[in-house]
């Protein structure tokens, strides 16, 4: 069945695709989040001219496709608008087929553990800890992530003294009984995340995620090479050879793929299977409640290597306010301490219509 024509609905924060296929039927997906806008112009410019008239079921074969013709645009933009026609096929498919995604690549839906992140770093380390007892209480989530250092921070913390405050905080206030994560998005040089990883292995983290700058694979091998725990990484890295060399190296334990930053879900799959070649658990990247994770969802309910939980953003719309009334249903109702990915065809999710009448609305078509 062939593409008849593709759509973007787009504002500053978030970007969704539409497919229509020549029966009419059609698909939704999703661009990466921030300057979406910026990357639907990509979409129109760069991905649906080689998509349209296209056979809407060979995803493997038309991502690769759009990736060699544009070999000169080698970087994100081009893969997180990739990841729009990626996913919106994966979404039609699933719907002619009357399979949810995750039956289509080999799994079951159901319910998948999920730990908590918090995405701030403007916090308190007692306040922090009490925000996470409550989600503990409240939803039962048994698995919380915190931010470390300071975001490309050069060994300069958020500010003096807090990652060494806020690590035995968290773990005194949730006991031992927990799990715990931390996420430094490439704070430290190796020297200093190696110090800093002693600490967290002290008080029992079990994931040190992006010690280094992401960039830098050498330095990140040195941290893993060095400590006991689960060093983590891979989100910001949309370059399959890249991914071939930081997995052959060993850079990371745990490979982190973000699905939409990396082109979709069938590139994201190369790399999950790349890492479970290589004895390698996969935790993917998915930081805020927008398609990211239902797409994640959907992922680790399908993988043979898929890590323990799922990244659940606890950031509501207060904190990120674009994330407010995107769908109809609530994919991500947390039960136990995870969610579930249900049976519907497809992705499972619908849009929510006053939504995409604010949204910006482009379309490439057939003639």
Not at 297 to 302: D, E, F, G, T, V
Request: with cysteine; aromatic share 10%; charged share 25%.
């Amino acid at each position: 069945m062939k593409i008849k024509s593709l759509e973007t609905f787009s504002n500053e924060f978030v970007g969704f695709v539409r497919v229509t296929a020549q029966d009419g039927s059609t698909g939704w997906g999703q661009m990466s989040t921030y300057n979406a806008d910026i990357t639907a112009q990509i979409f129109h410019r760069q991905i649906a001219p080689w998509a349209l008239g296209k056979d809407a079921d060979d995803i493997d074969g038309l991502v690769d496709l759009i990736v060699e013709r544009e070999h000169k645009f080698p970087g994100s933009y081009l893969r997180r608008a990739l990841a729009g026609l990626d996913t919106a096929l994966w979404d039609l498919k699933g719907k002619l087929e009357e399979k949810p995604v995750c039956a289509l690549i080999g799994g079951q839906p159901g319910w998948r553990r999920a730990y908590a992140s918090s995405m701030r770093r403007d916090i308190q380390p007692q306040e922090e800890a009490e925000r996470f007892l409550s989600l503990h209480d409240e939803f039962g989530f048994d698995a919380f992530k915190f931010r470390i250092a300071s975001e490309c921070g050069h060994d300069v913390d958020e500010w003096p003294g807090r990652t060494e405050a806020i690590v035995p905080t968290v773990r005194k206030a949730l006991g031992e009984d927990v799990a715990l994560l931390v996420d430094a998005n490439s704070g430290y040089s190796a020297p200093k995340a190696i110090e800093i990883g002693h600490l967290l292995e002290d008080n029992n983290v079990c994931h040190f995620e992006e010690p280094c700058p992401y960039w830098d694979l050498d330095q990140t091998k040195q941290v893993t090479d060095a400590l006991t725990l689960d060093v983590t990484g891979g989100e910001q890295d949309c370059d399959l050879s890249t991914w071939r060399r930081l997995i052959a190296m060993r850079a990371v334990n745990v490979a982190q793929p973000d699905i939409c930053y990396m082109g979709g879900l069938a590139r994201t799959l190369r790399v999950a299977k790349m890492a479970a070649d290589a004895g390698l658990v996969c935790t993917p990247h998915s930081a805020n409640l927008s398609m990211i994770t239902v797409f994640t969802m959907h992922l680790l309910k399908a993988i043979p290597n898929a890590g323990p939980y799922l990244e659940y953003s606890i950031e509501g719309s207060d904190y990120y306010p674009w994330q407010r009334n995107l769908f109809v249903n609530d994919p991500f109702a947390i039960a136990e301490g995870g969610v579930t990915v249900p049976d519907a065809p497809g992705w499972g999710v619908e849009i929510n219509p006053h939504w995409l009448d604010g949204a910006h609305h482009q379309i490439s078509a057939l003639d």
